[in-house]
């Protein structure tokens, strides 16, 4: 699935760069949403599967020393040109580029909807890995009645039910802080969830 995405992405990173890579493109919850969060970090961040780099940026402004990470390579090209003072390189979700506790935070926006549900919580197990005790993780996604699969614009995507997604997380690792749901108007179902990584001493 992940070569899927990956080649779905490369075909469209320009028409979704202009379509979607801007904050003016973004609701001005989600901007509120994630400054919030981005306010209590302290150390360094990855935005995990960044796209085109905005929300990247965004944190980078907000005074986080945040690194944006991308499996598809146009996305990193395109975000390296148009904000060349924050870093950004190629990864992936499943090895991202941080030692074990390294980080403070992690950003997870929309990175994780075309992950087949199985696959979910080895990534989710990947972010606890590298964010450090009392870190946190702020995930964004498609919120639904059940795991549900629907013909997302560019490839096959999934809603997650808030309590199943709150269960993985607090498998591999974290406690919930904070849950979000908002329905915009022409808009699927939102939520965000900031989970805090539990002491890896207990």
Request: with cysteine.
């Amino acid at each position: 699935m992940t070569d899927a995405v990956r080649s779905a992405y490369r075909e469209r990173a320009g028409e979704y760069t202009e379509a979607l890579g801007s904050l003016s493109a973004m609701a001005e919850g989600d901007r509120n949403f994630i400054a919030g969060w981005a306010r209590d970090i302290d150390g360094p961040t990855i935005d995990a599967g960044c796209g085109p780099g905005h929300w990247t940026k965004f944190l980078h402004d907000h005074g986080v020393a945040v690194e944006g990470i991308d499996m598809v390579s146009e996305f990193i090209d395109g975000a390296a040109a148009r904000f060349p003072e924050v870093p950004f390189r190629v990864a992936t979700l499943e090895a991202l580029p941080a030692d074990d506790a390294a980080l403070a935070g992690i950003l997870s926006w929309y990175s994780l909807i075309h992950t087949p549900p199985a696959d979910v919580p080895a990534l989710l197990t990947e972010f606890a890995r590298c964010i450090r005790s009392e870190g946190t993780l702020l995930l964004g996604f498609f919120e639904g009645g059940q795991i549900e699969a629907f013909g997302h614009a560019v490839v096959t995507a999934y809603y997650w039910p808030v309590p199943l997604m709150q269960d993985e997380l607090a498998a591999a690792g974290f406690e919930i802080v904070e849950t979000h749901t908002r329905v915009d108007p022409g808009q699927r179902p939102h939520a965000a969830i900031i989970a805090r990584r539990r002491s890896w001493i207990r």
